[in-house]
C-alpha cells in the first residue's frame, strides 16, 4: 500500500530554517507528481509547491517564492522542502501528496502523507 513518511517538523524562531523529507513507498516514485501542502486550523490546505516526475515543472505558493526550495531524488523515493527565512505565517501541519501521470497544474495528490507540524514562533 501507498506509505509516506515525513520527518524534520519542529519549532523554529522567525528567520530560521527546516528540511521536510517525504520518503514514499507503494508507488512507482519516479513516475509521480509530488507536493507539499499545508493547513492551519478552520482553513482549507493550501498548495506550497510541487515539482513534476524528473523535476523539469516546479510551483510555488506566492507565499513561499524565494524563501522555500522543493526537490527531489528518485533514487530514495524522497521528496524534500528546504524552508529559509521562515515567518510566523508559515506555521502549519506540512502535508506530502503524490500523483501518478502527467503533470497539472490544477490537481490535487490523489495520496497524502500524515503531516508534519511546524511552528514559527520566538
Known amino acids: 500500500q501507498v506509505q509516506f513518511v515525513e520527518t524534520g517538523g519542529g519549532l523554529v524562531q522567525p528567520g530560521g530554517s527546516l528540511r521536510l523529507s517525504c520518503t514514499a513507498s507503494?508507488?512507482?516514485?519516479?513516475?509521480?507528481?509530488m507536493s507539499w501542502y499545508r493547513q492551519t486550523p478552520g482553513k482549507e490546505r493550501e498548495l506550497v509547491a510541487d515539482?513534476?516526475?524528473?523535476?523539469?515543472?516546479?510551483t510555488y505558493a506566492n507565499s513561499v517564492k524565494g524563501r522555500f526550495t522543493i526537490s527531489r531524488d528518485n533514487a530514495k523515493n524522497t521528496v524534500y522542502l528546504q524552508m529559509n527565512s521562515l515567518k510566523p505565517e508559515d506555521t502549519a501541519v506540512y502535508y506530502c501528496?503524490?500523483?501518478?501521470?502527467?503533470?497539472?497544474?490544477?490537481?490535487?495528490?490523489?495520496?497524502w502523507g500524515q503531516g508534519t507540524q511546524v511552528t514559527v514562533s520566538s
Open positions: 515539482i513534476s516526475n524528473l523535476g523539469s515543472i516546479i
Open positions: 501528496g503524490a500523483y501518478s501521470g502527467s503533470y497539472s497544474y490544477s490537481r490535487r495528490p490523489d495520496y
Open positions: 507503494g508507488f512507482t516514485f519516479r513516475s509521480a507528481v
